[in-house]
């Protein structure tokens, strides 16, 4: 019974910077972890990043690290990933997903409840 709506996606040159947002209903935002994936097309979801319910553990795929940042504002039920210095290579459908089990932070996409509509991210070089 968790809806998430993703926003902040666009077309952006390579080097360039975008903000995604995703906003949460419920009470018990908190005790969800958050992740974000990526699927682009012919290929399988990807994930990109995760964090935990308080934000005090974050997780991230290697090729986004040092240019991704998750984090969380449990106040306002919302989940956000800063993505910088954007290559086409991430170009893609980018996902929001809720994981109510919270045992850990997970990579794959079975492990997760709940999931966002997508919204495009497209990056030109």
């Known amino acids: 019974q968790v809806q998430l709506v993703e926003s902040g996606g666009g077309l952006v040159q390579a080097g360039g910077s975008l903000r995604l947002a995703c906003a949460a209903s419920?009470?018990?935002?908190?005790?969800?972890?958050m992740g974000w994936f990526r699927q682009a097309p012919g290929k399988e979801r990807e994930f990109v990043a995760a964090i935990s319910g308080s934000g005090g553990s974050t997780y991230y795929q290697d090729s986004v690290k040092g240019r991704f940042t998750i984090s969380r504002d449990n106040a306002k039920n919302a989940v956000y990933l800063q993505m910088n210095s954007l290559k086409p290579e991430d170009t893609a459908v980018y996902y929001c997903?809720?994981?109510?089990?919270?045992?850990?932070?997970?990579?794959?996409?079975?492990?997760?409840?709940?999931w966002g509509q997508g919204t495009q991210v497209t990056v030109s070089s």
């Open positions: 419920g009470r018990t935002f908190s005790t969800y972890a």
């Open positions: 997903a809720a994981d109510q089990t919270k045992l850990a932070l997970r990579a794959l996409p079975g492990y997760y409840d709940y």
